[in-house]
């Protein structure tokens, strides 16, 4: 069974960039797995910051930007600031109806 | 205002069931793609089943198929999840939300939290 792989943590100064990335166990994600990022913090329903690779939802900043990089679909954040500390989760889809969540990414802005 | 209500979550015993509601408001809820997601306590996300608009074909992630079933009622706006053979792994925040054309998931509901008991 394909696994959806994200860095389980990562660290960034304020006003540092940081890129996360999402990808596959078996191949390469590309613009039809159709990714997209969400973001959580503790106790909230995740907000949607990006879909279909590269293209911001409404009211994200624009120091979020989505790219393919390689095989594997990033979310990259330019100038982080302390409120981007979070739980991101990147969205695949696999096919067939069936879609799976990366296992998430905790960013700590310190 | 698009609005998303789960309800139906709470206390089950293991090998029980239970129904969760999802009462849409503000879109045209016949229209969209629905799903359902999950969130263990201190867990990640999982997709767990997706409905679609037109046809209710109904999908279905391996650690649920064959306990849960997803429908709607497109005259009731609403969204449902059918939950048997309750497990422990089962317990978790349980989150509707609603798919755009574009594919993602762009409203989430609150969610509602169903915890099995062993």
């Known amino acids: 069974q394909t696994v959806v792989t994200q860095e389980p943590s990562f660290s960034v100064s304020p006003g540092g960039t940081v890129t996360l990335t999402c990808g596959l166990t078996?191949?390469?994600?590309?613009?039809?797995?159709?990714p997209s990022w969400y973001q959580q913090t503790p106790g909230q329903a995740p907000r949607t910051l990006m879909y279909?690779?590269?293209i911001r939802s409404s009211g994200v900043p624009d120091r979020f930007s989505g790219s393919i990089l390689g095989n594997r679909a990033a979310l990259t954040i330019t100038g982080a600031q302390a409120d981007d500390e979070s739980d991101y989760y990147c969205?695949?889809?696999?096919?067939?109806?069936?879609?799976?969540f990366g296992g998430g990414t905790k960013l700590t802005v310190l | 205002e698009v609005q998303l209500l789960e309800s139906g979550g709470g206390l089950v015993q293991h090998g029980g069931s239970l129904r969760l509601s999802c009462a849409a408001s503000?879109?045209?809820?016949?229209?969209?793609?629905m799903c359902w997601v999950r969130q263990a306590p201190g867990k990640g996300l999982e997709w767990v089943s997706g409905i679609n608009a037109g046809d209710s074909r109904t999908f279905y992630a391996e650690s649920v198929k064959g306990r849960f079933t997803i429908s709607r009622d497109n005259s009731k706006n609403t969204l449902y999840l059918h939950m048997n053979s309750l497990g422990v792994e089962d317990t978790a925040t349980y989150y509707c939300?609603?798919?755009?054309?574009?594919?993602?998931?762009?409203?989430w509901g609150q969610g509602t939290l169903v915890t099995v008991s062993s």
């Open positions: 969205l695949l889809y696999m096919g067939s109806g069936i879609w799976v």
């Open positions: 503000g879109f045209m809820f016949s229209r969209h793609e």
């Open positions: 078996s191949g390469s994600v590309s613009t039809t797995s159709y």
């Open positions: 279909s690779t590269n």
């Open positions: 939300a609603k798919y755009a054309p574009t594919r993602e998931l762009d409203y």
